[in-house]
């Protein structure tokens, strides 16, 4: 057994920790967009693999027998690259997700299908609105820049942004619920946008925004191809320790 773990996640992490408990053969693999990655307990690389021809050259070269998507939910491209590259190399792939966080009571969400969509829900007079989408699509909110925008990231930008006004908080998670909300209250949030990553570790923003009775864009997951998928780490292991089955 030699597994490879596409991480960057929380539950890539947590994944690590166990097959390094266990002394599985297991590499952790990271995109590089953060400039300061969390240490893996596993032999790691850093960077990607050059599109599906370059992972395919990887996994063989590696001699990987098993292929663990742990990435984010909406690496929708390093998701879809797994899959054509686990079918060509006739290797088990097992997608380790999280579950999709759902409206709850008192919530006031604007569901989109799209950062261009959730761009457009800002058409409309100034408001203090904090981004929680990451750094890749920042530069998309130029468009609405009459509002003052508070940015949440686990770096420095080291680029300016063509954003009016904006101000930047850096802190990496897992975010709590009295934080999240000192936060948004300290700086007026009036509006919130993310992406329905999921999980834990970031769910706190959407209580407070909650609390506070604020409403908030949310970004659904891109559709992608049907795929073997779990969710805890017990489903994991019983996966790996199941009779090999080639292909995905």
């Not at 992490?13 to 002394?23: D, N």
């Not at 088990?92 to 579950?99: I, K, N, Q």
Request: contains cysteine; proline residues 9%.
């Amino acid at each position: 057994m030699n597994i490879l773990i596409l991480g960057g996640t929380s539950e890539a992490s947590a994944l690590a920790s166990l097959l390094a408990e266990r002394a599985i053969p297991a590499t952790f693999s990271y995109a590089g967009r953060v400039s300061t990655p969390k240490p893996q307990p596993l032999p790691t690389r850093i960077g990607g693999f050059g599109g599906v021809d370059g992972l395919v050259a990887y996994l063989q070269q590696a001699g990987i027998s098993h292929l663990i998507d742990a990435t984010h939910p909406f690496a929708e491209q390093m998701s879809r690259h797994a899959l054509a590259a686990a079918a060509q190399c006739n290797i088990p792939l097992m997608a380790f997700t999280r579950p999709a966080w759902q409206p709850q009571p008192d919530d006031d969400w604007t569901p989109v299908a799209s950062m261009a969509e959730a761009v457009n829900q800002l058409d409309g007079p100034p408001q203090r609105i904090m981004l929680a989408i990451g750094r890749q699509h920042l530069e998309a909110f130029a468009a609405m820049p009459q509002h003052h925008y508070l940015l949440r990231l686990v770096d420095r930008l080291d680029h300016p942004l063509p954003l009016p006004h904006h101000t930047v908080t850096v802190d990496r998670g897992p975010f709590s619920m009295a934080g999240d909300l000192a936060l948004l209250k300290d700086h007026g949030v009036e509006r919130l946008v993310c992406k329905n990553a999921g999980g834990d570790g970031a769910v706190s923003k959407l209580t407070a925004a909650r609390v506070l009775g604020l409403p908030v864009v949310v970004i659904e997951r891109p559709t992608l191809p049907s795929r073997r998928e779990c969710h805890a780490l017990d489903d994991v292991l019983a996966w790996l320790s199941a009779p090999t089955e080639r292909g995905v």
